[in-house]
Structure formats: C-alpha cells, structure tokens
C-alpha cells in the first residue's frame, strides 16, 4: 500500500454545530431552559451579541481617545469592561443555539440572524481593539480576515462539502486572545505597554487567521475534489 508519511493529517469530518464544551455543562443548560421558559427567542440573543461586541469594541476605543481624561483606573476600568462584554457576546452565542435547538425556538430565519450578527461583533471588537492599540488599521485588518475566515467556512458548506470550524484562529479562540489581552492591558496600563500588548494580541490573531484561512480553504477543495 502507498502511503505518504509526510503528508498532512487528514482533518476532523465537518459538523453542522460550532463544538462548546459548555453547551453540555449543567450550568449552560438550566439557563438556557430558563431563557426558553421566559421566552427569549434565540433570535433576540442573537442581537444582544452584537450589542455587547459593540459596547466592548468602544471600551477598547475610548482607552485611546484623546479628548479623555488619562486616568489609570479609569482606563484599567474600560479594558476589564470591554474583556467582560466579550465574553457575554460569547454567552450569547451559546445561548442563541441552545435555545434555537434544545429548547425548540428555531425558526426558518435562524441561520441568518446566527452568522450575520457574528460579523459585525467581530468588527466592532477587533476594530476597536486597533484603537486601543494605536494602530487602527490592525484592526481592520483582522475584521477583515475575521470575515474572511467565516466565509471560507460558510462557503464550504454552500459548496457541498460541509462546515469545519478548525482553528487555529476560530472565533472562540480569537475572542480568548481579545479577552487575555484586555486584562493583561488592564495591568500593563502602569507601566504604559498596553498598547504593545494591543498590537501583540492583534498581531497574533491575523497570524493564525491567515494560516486558518488556508488550512479551510485547502480542506473544503480537498474534500470537493475527493466526493
């Protein structure tokens, strides 16, 4: 038999769900069935991520605004507030399809209002991270590769050959990265490295963006090509 030892290992069969540890701990699913009890429609959690990923992404900007008072705690204050926000557009993305489907909400339109709001919450939080940074434009760049990273996934499926959320920059890894670098910031803001930190942070997620964006590219041909 051929084989080719130094070929790429083959990567994990697609899936139709994002895989979260959470969604299968006790804690995630008593609220979720407390959400669908209320009810909250998976719909309207949807859209509160991006009100979050907004309020985050202004927290990071304002640490740079130039018409604020520079205070340390003040700014420490904003960081920490932007890195929890972050992390409740992630509790929302959990929620909206826990909701959605163990909680019997979803709807024919569900599919748009769980990608699209995803990207402008990328954007608000990754654009904002740049302002923080000092260097706006890294951070539209990594919205950009955000974006990019998501369609190449999305397009695989619309091709036929099936999502595949690998990283190693997916969004819940990129929103991990945001979440460290906002409280190393935080701390950072003593000794003025904060920024460093920012554009460090940012540099990283386009780095593992690019490779992600090409390991999903080459694995949707792959599998088109091998059907």
């Given at each position: 038999?051929n084989?080719?030892?130094?070929?790429?290992?083959?990567?994990?069969?697609?899936?139709?769900?994002?895989?979260?540890?959470?969604?299968?701990?006790?804690?995630?699913a008593?609220?979720?069935?407390?959400?669908?009890?209320?009810?909250?429609?998976?719909?309207?959690?949807?859209?509160?991520?991006?009100?979050?990923?907004?309020?985050?992404g202004?927290?990071?900007?304002?640490?740079?605004?130039?018409?604020?008072?520079?205070?340390?705690?003040?700014?420490?204050v904003?960081?920490?507030?932007?890195?929890?926000?972050v992390?409740?557009?992630?509790?929302?993305?959990?929620?909206?399809?826990?909701?959605?489907?163990?909680?019997?909400?979803?709807?024919?339109?569900?599919e748009?209002?769980?990608?699209?709001?995803?990207?402008?919450?990328?954007?608000?939080?990754?654009?904002?991270?740049?302002?923080?940074?000092?260097?706006?434009?890294?951070?539209?760049?990594a919205?950009?590769?955000?974006?990019?990273?998501?369609?190449?996934?999305?397009?695989?499926?619309?091709?036929?050959?099936?999502?595949?959320?690998?990283?190693?920059?997916?969004?819940?890894?990129?929103?991990?990265?945001?979440?460290?670098?906002?409280?190393?910031?935080?701390?950072?803001?003593?000794?003025?490295?904060?920024?460093?930190i920012?554009?460090?942070?940012?540099?990283?997620?386009?780095?593992?963006m690019?490779?992600?964006?090409?390991?999903?590219a080459?694995?949707?041909?792959?599998?088109?090509?091998?059907?």
């Amino acid at each position: 038999m051929n084989t080719d030892e130094t070929s790429e290992p083959t990567p994990p069969p697609p899936i139709s769900r994002r895989p979260i540890k959470a969604r299968d701990s006790r804690w995630a699913a008593k609220i979720a069935a407390t959400l669908a009890r209320v009810p909250v429609k998976p719909n309207t959690i949807s859209i509160f991520s991006v009100v979050f990923a907004a309020i985050a992404g202004a927290c990071f900007a304002a640490t740079a605004c130039p018409c604020r008072s520079p205070s340390t705690i003040a700014t420490a204050v904003l960081f920490i507030c932007g890195a929890a926000c972050v992390q409740l557009r992630l509790l929302c993305n959990l929620f909206d399809g826990m909701v959605a489907v163990e909680g019997g909400f979803k709807t024919k339109s569900g599919e748009v209002f769980n990608e699209l709001p995803d990207r402008f919450a990328d954007a608000f939080i990754l654009i904002g991270l740049g302002y923080a940074s000092s260097n706006a434009t890294l951070g539209c760049i990594a919205a950009v590769l955000a974006v990019i990273t998501a369609y190449v996934r999305a397009l695989g499926a619309s091709a036929g050959a099936g999502q595949n959320f690998m990283g190693p920059m997916a969004k819940q890894h990129r929103m991990a990265v945001v979440t460290i670098a906002a409280i190393l910031c935080a701390l950072a803001l003593f000794w003025s490295w904060h920024a460093q930190i920012a554009t460090v942070a940012l540099g990283i997620m386009i780095a593992g963006m690019l490779v992600t964006i090409a390991r999903r590219a080459r694995w949707v041909i792959r599998t088109l090509e091998n059907k």
